[in-house]
C-alpha cells in the first residue's frame, strides 16, 4: 500500500498540490483521473520520488519513502514520466534492457534477457526491437518506454498518461497488461484521461481538481454522474452498453 | 526634467576633471604641458572610445535583433584585428590609415559573414546568437593569433585585443574621432535603425530599402570597431552593458536613448579607466580588462536573472 | 563490431603517431632520445586521456553533447586559481612551496569552485543554450578576473604567470609529469569501472533515479573527477578550449556506440593519436614551433560551430 499524509508540493515556488492524503491499496489498479493542470502527473512524480515535497509524508507498506535508498527503491517501485526524451542513440532493445539495471547493474545475465525478451513481446515491439528510437513513431517509442518500465519488474507500477500517441489496439493491450500486473499482486498507479477507460480497468480512483483530491474511492463510487459533474464542472452521464459503464458528456 | 537632461552631462564633464588630474605625475602649475600631451587626449580617447563603441552595440543589437550582441560577441573586433596581422605580414610598413583601412575591410566582412551565419539560426533560440558569434570570433582570433605567432607578432595582438589607454598621447589617438564622426553618422539615421530593429518585414513594410540600411549599420559597426582596436585595443561589453541599462531605463527609440547611450559609453569608458589607474597605483590596469570583468558579470546576470 | 575495430584502428594509429614522434628526425645517442622525449610523450598522453575522459564523462552528466568543461570554463577556473594563490601568497611564497604542493593546492581551489558553481548550474540545466553561454560568460569572467589579478600582482612575479595563459604543447614543466600521469591513470581506471553506470547516467537525472542511481550524488562525485582531469590538463600545457569537443565528436562518430565502455577508451586513443600526430607533424616536420594548439582550436571551433547549427530546431 502506498499512503500520502498531508503532502503538498511546489514547483519554482507555485503550490500545486496541497494536502493531499489517499491510500492506494496494494495489488490494486488506481487511476487518477482529473482535469487539466488538476496535479496527477506531479502526484505520480512525486510518489516516485522524481519530485521532492514541500511538507507531508510517503509511505509505502508503512515505511517512509526518504528513509529507502534510492537503489532499493529502484528495485520497488518504477514510473513512466511523459517527458520522455532520451539523450543517447539507442535501439528499442538497449532502452528495455536499461530497466534490468537496479537487478543487474548493466552485466545483463540470461534470467535479465530473458526478462527483456518478455517485456518486447507484450508490447508488440519484436518487429524492431533493434531499430533506433529515433526512428519510430511516437506510439512506438512509448510502447518502448513501458515495456522498459515493465522490464525493471517492481512491486509497484507508476504510469502517466501511458495511453498518450497509442492506436485503439495497443491502447486495450497496454491496459490489458497493467490489469494483469495488478491481478499478479503489483501496486499500479495511472493516471488516465479517459473516464470509460478508468471504469472498465481500474479498482480504485482517486479523482483530483486544482491540486486537490475532490474524491477517492472504490470504481464504482467515483465514476457516477454525480461526483464526474461536479469534477469537470460540466453535464456527464455514465450508460451502461453491454455490462460496462461508458462515460459520456453531451 | 531639465535638471535630469543636464545631470548627465555634468557628471561627465566631472569625469572628465577628474581624469585630467589622476595619473602618476603630480600635477603641479606649469604643467599645462603634460595635461596637454598625455591627460587630455587620454580623457578624449576614453571619452570617444566609450560613445562610439556604445553605438555600435545597440546598431549591431537592431541588425541582429537580438539584445546579446556587440562588437567583441559578433567576431568584428577580432575581424578588424586578423586585417590588420594580414596587413602587417603583406605590408609591414604601411601607413597607418592603410592598416586602419584593412581593419575596417576585414570588420566589416567578418560582420557580414556572421549576420548570414545569424540568419540561419532557429528564431526561437536567442540565446544561439551570441553563443555562435562568440565561438566565431574564437575562430577569427585563433586565425589571427596563428599568423602572428609564427612571425613573432603576438604581443602587437596582444595590444590590439587588450584595450588600453595608458599609451594615448597627442598625435596617437587621433582616428578615433573618426570613430566619434561615425558614432554622430549613426544618429542622423537613428530612427532608420530603429525600424531595423523590428524586421525586414516591417521595414518592408514602411518603406525602408532594408539591405540598404543593414549595409550602412554595417559599415558603421566596422569603421568604429577597426578604429578602436587599431588605436587603443579592443574594449569589449561596453556595446553590450550600455545599451541594456539604457533601454530597460528609457527604451529604445533610437532617436531618443541614442544621445544617451552615448554618454553613458562615454562615462563608462572614462570610470573605468580612472579606476584602472588608481586601483593599483602606481602600476595601471588595462580599461579593458575592467571591462571585461564587469561587463561579464552583467552579461551572466543578464543572462540568468529575467525567470 | 564496429566499436572493436574503431578501438583497435585508433589504437594502431596511436602506437605509430608515438613511434613516429620518438624517432622523426632524432640524431646521436638513442637512449638520452628516448628519456627526453619520452618523457614529453607520457605528458601529451597524459594530457589526451584527461581532456578525453573529462569531456565524455562531463558530456553525459550535462546529457548533451555540445558542452565540454572548457567550453564551461573549467580551464579559465584552474588558471584563475593558479593568480590567486601567486596574488595571496606572493611569487616567493609560491616558489618555496614547490610544484607538487602548488598543483595541489591549485586543483584543491579548482574542485571546490567547480563543485560550487557548476554543480547547480548542472541539476538546473533545461536550457542547453542558457547553459552553455552562461559556461562561455564565465570562461570570460574567469579570464578576464585572472588578467586583473596578474596586474595586481607585482610586474616582476607577473612573469612567473604569464607564460601559462597560452596553451603550450611543447614546452611542459618536467616535474609534474609523472605524478600527474598517475593521478589521471587512477582517475581513468575508476570511470571505467563505471562505465555501466555512466550508461545510466546518460539517460538523463529523472530516468537514471527511476533506476535506482543517487544522480545528484554522483554526479557531485563526477564533477570532482573531471575538476582533477582538467586541473591535469590545463597544469601541464594551459587552457585547450575545443579539443575535447573534437574528440568526443569524433568518438561518437566512429564508435556508433552509446556504451561507456567503448566511448571512454576509443575517446581517449582518438585524442592521444591525434595530438601526437599533429605535435609531431608540426614540430618535426613543418617545423612550426608554436601552434598546434591554435590549429587543433581552431578545428574544434569549427566543430563547435557546425554542431550548433545543425542543432535539431526543437
Redesign the interface.
Known sequence: MIETRALSVALSGKPVLADISVALPKGRLTALVGPNGAGKSTLLMTLGRLLEPASGDILIDGRDLRAVPPRELALQLSILRQEGAIGPRLTVRDLVSFGRYPHSHGRLTAADRLEVQRAIDRLDLAGFADRYLDTLSGGQKQRAQIAMVLAQQTDVILLDEPLNNLDLAHARRVMRIAREEADAGRTVIVVLHDLTVAAAYADHVVAMKAGRVAAEGPSEEVISEEVLSRLFETDVSVAEVGGRRVVLTL | MTLGRLAAPAALLLLAGVSIFTGVAALQWGDLWLIGVSRLPRTAAALLAGAALAVAGVIMQMLARNRFVEPSTTGTGQAAGLGIVAITLVAPAAALWVKMAAATVAALLGTALFLALVRRLPRRDPLLVPLTGIVYGGILGAAATFLAYERDLIQYVDIWMNGELSGVMLGRYEFLWAAGALAIAAYLYADRFTIAGMGEDTSRTLGLDYPRIVALGLLIVAGITAVTVVTVGMIPFVGLVVPNMIARLAGENLRRTLPQVAMAGAGLVLACDILGRVIRYPYEIPVGTILGVLGAVVFLWMLNARR | MRAASALILAGLALAVACLAYLSLGARGDWGFVLMFRGARLVALLTVALAVALSTMVFQTLA??RILTPAIMGFDALFLLGQSLLVFTLSGVGVAALGAYVTFGLETAVMLLAALLLFGTLLRRGQ?I??M???G???G??F???T??LN??ID?NEFTMIQSAAFARFNNVPEGLTWITAGLTVAVGIWLMSK???L??M???R??S??????HDRQTRRLLAAVALLVSVSTALVGPI?FFGLLVSALAHGLAGS?RHAVLLPLSALLAGCILVASQTLFERVLH????VA??I??LG??V??AM??RRR?T
Open positions: 546529457a548533451n536550457d543554450s542558457r552553455i553561454l552562461t562561455i560568460v564565465f570570460i569572467l579570464r578576464s578576473l588578467q586583473l596586474r595586481m610586474p562505465h555501466r553506470q550508461d545510466v546518460a539517460l538523463g529523472a530516468a533515479m527511476t533506476l535506482g542511481v543517487d578550449v552509446w612550426l614551433q608554436t601552434s591554435v590549429v582550436e581552431a571551433g569549427l563547435f560551430l550548433i547549427l530546431k
